[in-house]
């Protein structure tokens, strides 16, 4: 079974809603992957997603109201993972400089534009425009994966 990374910097906010876009995204295409999350900040490890991001997802049909920030520390070996998705680049040379046996699997999503942006403390209208970034780039992303994969 494939197994796909998804990595922010908390684990509280972007990388729960990839998470689980992703994933509905690959189920809807009839694969079978294994969609995880992460994050960068040690100090965040255990915390819940975000009431706005929970709400996001809700309101898209997803429930991450259960999730629990993780460390990408506590996960071990990222090299485990097919490939592994960061929010920007700056996460991803942090993930590279973690594992540099992984730095052929890691990505960034919606490269082009710098990202998927944070939403952190700026408020619900910030975490919807981030909401709807996130679906946009995971959708394409599926459909990527589900060519390249099946």
């Known amino acids: 079974m494939k197994k796909v990374l998804c ?4 684990n509280t906010c972007r ?10 995204e690959l189920s809807k295409r009839g694969l079978e992957v294994q969609v995880e999350s992460a994050g960068l900040l ?3 490890e255990g ?6 991001s929970v709400k996001e997802m809700s309101d898209r049909g997803m429930d991450i109201s259960g ?12 090299t485990q993972f097919d490939l592994i998705v960061c929010v920007g680049e700056a996460e ?17 999503a919606n490269e082009a534009e710098g990202g998927i942006p944070n939403p952190w403390e700026k408020g ?5 425009t981030c909401a709807l970034t996130i679906v946009a780039v995971m959708t394409e992303m ?3 994966l589900s060519s390249q994969w099946k």
């Open 42 to 44: 040690k100090e965040a």
């Open 92 to 108: 991803a040379d942090k993930v590279r400089a973690f594992s540099p046996n992984a730095k052929d699997r890691v990505v960034v």
């Open 15 to 24: 990388s729960p809603m990839m998470e689980a876009v992703l994933r509905n």
């Open 47 to 52: 915390q819940s997603a975000f009431d706005s």
């Open 67 to 78: 999730h629990k920030s993780r460390h990408v520390g506590s996960i071990g070996d990222v």
């Open 7 to 10: 990595v922010c910097l908390g």
């Open 142 to 144: 599926a459909e990527s």
């Open 124 to 128: 619900d209208e910030a975490y919807r």
